[in-house]
């Protein structure tokens, strides 16, 4: 099994699987992977991208996977950042979902329809989605439970 891992992310190591890592800005400029991985890993850093890069990052990761192979994001949840704002409950978290930090600054948040929407428009089948927390850990070694939206996607067919 290949796995494309975008973001941060710790994954234990398991016999017979091998594990790639990209930045999603330069996710396979000049190597060919068309079909090459069953998985990729996108944890927390699509809202890096400017929103005009999303769909050709999607096309290309759809590219990446192999017939049945899947996309798995998770994003910061966009109406929970709102929800923080609008009720004047926002922290340093909501700040980070919505803006991202100084290493990785965010372009752009996303909803859960947007997310879908995205995805149905790169040909995926959008097999789960939910709502869960992400456990982030910061350089000064503080514990953080990120609210995000979690969906895993299906690449079905060689269509498109």
Not at 27 to 37: A, S
Not at 66 to 87: C, D, H
């Given at each position: 099994?290949?796995?494309?891992?975008?973001?941060?992310?710790?994954?234990?190591?398991?016999?017979?699987?091998?594990?790639?890592?990209?930045?999603?800005?330069?996710?396979?400029?000049?190597?060919?992977?068309?079909?090459?991985f069953d998985r990729i890993f996108v944890s927390n850093?699509?809202?890096?991208?400017?929103?005009?890069?999303?769909?050709?990052?999607?096309?290309?990761?759809?590219?990446?996977?192999?017939?049945?192979?899947?996309?798995?994001?998770?994003?910061?949840?966009?109406?929970?950042?709102?929800?923080?704002?609008?009720?004047?409950?926002?922290?340093?978290?909501?700040?980070?979902?919505?803006?991202?930090?100084?290493?990785?600054?965010?372009?752009?948040?996303?909803?859960?329809?947007?997310?879908?929407?995205?995805?149905?428009?790169?040909?995926?089948?959008?097999?789960?989605?939910?709502?869960?927390i992400l456990k982030l850990t910061t350089t000064a070694?503080?514990?953080?439970?990120?609210?995000?939206?979690?969906?895993?996607?299906?690449?079905?067919?060689?269509?498109?």
């Amino acid at each position: 099994m290949k796995i494309a891992i975008l973001g941060n992310m710790d994954v234990e190591a398991e016999q017979g699987v091998e594990i790639r890592r990209y930045e999603i800005t330069a996710f396979y400029p000049n190597e060919k992977i068309d079909g090459l991985f069953d998985r990729i890993f996108v944890s927390n850093c699509l809202p890096e991208l400017d929103r005009d890069a999303v769909m050709t990052f999607l096309e290309k990761a759809r590219k990446a996977l192999v017939v049945g192979g899947e996309l798995a994001i998770q994003v910061p949840m966009a109406e929970w950042a709102a929800r923080q704002l609008f009720t004047n409950k926002a922290d340093p978290i909501t700040y980070y979902m919505l803006y991202g930090n100084d290493d990785h600054p965010f372009k752009a948040c996303y909803t859960m329809m947007q997310l879908r929407t995205l995805l149905a428009r790169a040909n995926f089948n959008v097999r789960e989605a939910t709502e869960a927390i992400l456990k982030l850990t910061t350089t000064a070694g503080e514990a953080i439970d990120l609210p995000v939206h979690s969906l895993v996607a299906v690449k079905s067919n060689d269509f498109a």
